[in-house]
């Protein structure tokens, strides 16, 4: 009993990680209508700028925990976000209009740049982190003395996601650029044509998705202590499957999708096999898109003529 | 020439260095710092002096790709004449004279160990990136995980002449028949997805391969891979200086002195077949009313419905058969290497043969040979730059996108045209 609650603990934090990169994935096909291929690798740079941040603010003295881990967030955020604004403008808005696969095949193009350019400038090697935030509560303890321990760390995780998610929810809900996404989503050619920038509300879009991303990156950082290159490709696919559980398009969808894959991937590792626990991930995916390919919360879409 | 347009130079200073900022933004963070691996703690080299001079590259980048923009728009680019007539002259002599080059090659005075080894290296791909055109450019389904049947072929052919001392010879159609087997498997619950998902599917499908491959230990030897994989005979004449006993190696046969060239040139005159074969294959079946109906399904699947094509079945037959030839390259990788391992297999690979095929223009054969020779053969001989190739890779893989959306050589030009005379 002990060890199931310490493995959903593990699983809930996993999966606001993979939730919360999963709205970037879920926004963007909702408004373009494409699959933002290069969004695992726009989270591997929020995890570097996240990692240096972090070392420079040890270099310079600033020891204060709170204040460190929100300047983090902060220039994370911003810098990414730029990153993700620059990969829409150049590789996705010249190609609207284009045929179908072309702006697919040219973000898995960004992605292998990006990929290979942090590879070239920040080392092969695997980024080492000392913990920042170390300490938790032990909630129960088994009469064998396994103790159940929820990490401070894994606290504001859970927390940060839920709050980012209401914002993000009230956002969408309320504000007018929420209601120009909506639009977009529902008619490009119409939205423009009553007033609506489309490529700036495309463009905010991404921006939104990177910023995401940017948080769950650091969190990432601080939650396993490495990171290297690669974890964009992995992390990717993942958060995708998770948007696509949870019904692709739909904001709550991709939050109860990474959930759900998060469980997935704590539990399997738990009672099955560790090394197989991707393949638990990528199954779930083919799974879903056969019964019920438009996801938990998705809605049907009807291909016109 | 026209005469002279004053070129409007505020405007394009200004937008040259609004590109400037924007990589200098993205430049201080990633570029300006660099994290050392120390013992216990980090360390950070400062790299400031990176973020000016990347901001200066693209400045002066951005502002000669605007002046070109702007001749080009008032000066219309036109082919020479001399393009038009040379097409008209020469054109029926092209392909055949690349062939007959391709043959000759090994014989040519030049063609030592490395040119033969780089030629086969180079029609593996061909092999490959022709064998992805069926699915991609005839059928139009993007598949991102085509290297799991090259993996299924090379695995077979190991396997089965590891465990029951097949030859070369027979695994090959074994090799292409069990990759088609798991091109059926995968495609029959996919194919009805629509094109954007069954390209992450087909991604996850490989990934599955090779998280299997690395993990049976026992039966794929795991990260490890497998060494000793049996190289083909001549019908039955090795190519080796010292063959078993009873068994006539190759150069005997003919009475030649022996030469490890002669396996090379063996090998290259196999892969060259194989790939030759795949060609034929798919300019004879666009001919065929499936191949017909392939193209008709990538151009709109809707009308093909209601024409009475089965779609869910002539995509399954594209997939089938495109997986059949990568599983014969596969098996041909394997026994040119003589060893594998799941290193091989990828999703980078699978990104590479993509880009062959969406960069030599989707549905165009000789487009796939243009756009290997650039991608394979080119950072093959620049080894030196080794560092710098998959940046590049990516970015011209964008770049040619949004410069060419239709590749190289476009070809989607439908095989029938009625004529209204």
Known sequence: MEYFLQQLINGLTLGSIYGLIAIGYTMVYGIVGMINFAHGEIYMLGAFIGIICFTLLGLWGVTWVPLVILVVLVVSVVFTSAYGWTVERVAYRPLRGSFRLAPLISAIGMSIALQNYVQLIQGAKIKPMPPVLVGGFNIAESAEGFAVRLSYLQIIIMLLTVALMIGFTLLIARTGLGRAQRACQQDRTMAALLGVNVDRTISLTFVMGAALAAVAGVMVTMYYGVIDFYIGFLAGVKAFTAAVLGGIGSLPGAMLGGLMLGLIEAFWSAYFSVEYKDVAAFGVLVIVLIFRPTGLLGRPEVEKV | ?421
């Not at chain 2, 180079?122 to 049947?149: E, K, R, S, T």
């Not at chain 2, 058969?321 to 091989?344: C, D, K, L, N, Y």
Request: proline share 6%; aromatic share 14%.
């Open chain 2, 1 to 421: 020439m026209a005469e002279a347009v004053p070129r409007d130079w505020p405007a394009l200073l200004k937008d040259a260095g609004l590109a400037a900022f924007v990589t200098a933004v993205l430049a201080f963070p990633m570029a300006g710092f660099r994290t050392l691996d120390g013992e216990a703690t980090m360390g950070i080299e400062y790299r400031l002096h990176w973020v000016p001079i990347a901001a200066a590259i693209v400045f002066a980048g951005r502002l000669i790709m605007r002046l070109w923009q702007s001749r080009a728009a008032r000066a219309p680019m036109q082919a020479p004449a001399w393009v038009g007539s040379f097409r008209d002259r020469f054109g029926n002599w092209v392909v055949p004279a690349f062939i007959g080059g391709a043959v000759v090659l090994p014989f040519l005075p030049f063609a030592d160990r490395t040119v033969v080894d780089l030629a086969t290296y180079v029609l593996i791909y061909v092999m490959l990136g022709w064998g992805l055109n069926i699915v991609v450019g005839l059928a139009g389904l993007l598949d991102l995980g085509y290297v799991a049947f090259y993996a299924v072929g090379a695995y077979s052919y190991a396997l089965l002449a590891q465990y029951f001392g097949f030859s070369f010879w027979l695994c090959l159609p074994l090799a292409g028949i069990f990759a088609a087997v798991f091109g059926v498997a995968l495609g029959f619950p996919v194919l009805r997805l629509r094109g954007d998902y069954l390209a992450i599917v087909t991604l996850g499908f490989g990934e599955i391969i090779r998280i299997v491959l690395i993990n049976w230990n026992n039966f794929t030897g795991g990260p490890n891979g497998l060494s000793g994989i049996p190289r083909p005979t001549l019908f039955g004449l090795p190519f080796t200086r010292e063959p078993d006993e009873g068994v006539i190696p190759f150069h005997e046969f003919f009475g030649l002195e022996y030469s490890s060239l002669q396996r090379l040139t063996f090998l290259y005159f196999l892969i060259l077949a194989l790939a030759l074969i795949t060609n034929l294959f798919t300019l004879r079946i666009r001919k065929l009313p499936i191949g017909r109906a392939w193209e008709a399904l990538r151009e709109d699947e809707i009308a093909c419905r209601s024409l009475g094509i089965n779609p869910t079945n002539t995509k399954l037959t594209a997939f089938a058969i495109g997986a059949m030839f990568g599983g014969f390259a596969g098996a041909f990788f394997a026994t040119r290497q003589g060893f594998i391992s799941p290193e091989s297999f990828t999703f980078l690979e699978s990104a590479v043969i993509l880009a062959i095929v969406v960069l030599g223009g989707m549905g165009s054969q000789a487009g796939v040979v243009i756009a290997t020779l650039f991608l394979i053969l080119l950072p093959e001989l620049s080894r030196d730059f080794q560092e710098y190739r998959m940046v590049v890779f990516g970015a011209a893989m964008v770049l040619i996108m949004v410069w060419r959306p239709q590749g190289l050589l476009s070809h989607r030009a439908p095989t029938v045209r009625l004529n209204p005379s």
